[in-house]
């Protein structure tokens, strides 16, 4: 009778074991990686559009540079 119910409280302390500790962190830290993956992706995606748009804009302020520019003429 003693050990039916040392081995109830085993299985009890095995199941709470489970599925309050350690199938949460498990969820937990699967959640974690799939954020940080999202996280990683938007950083890489963000990083290309700079990368494109600073070559756009040296392009573009190039051409304007040598248009605009007026000879310096020194006035006595």
Partial sequence: MVRLFF????????????FE???????????MNKK???FQQQMQQNQRAQEQSASFKS???KKDIDKEYID????K
């Fill in 36 to 38: 940080m993956s999202e």
């Fill in 72 to 75: 310096y003429e020194e006035i």
């Fill in 7 to 18: 081995e109830l409280f085993i299985l009890y302390i095995g199941y709470k074991l489970i």
């Fill in 21 to 31: 500790f350690i199938l949460p962190i498990f969820n937990a830290s699967k959640q």
């Fill in 59 to 61: 392009t573009v302020t």
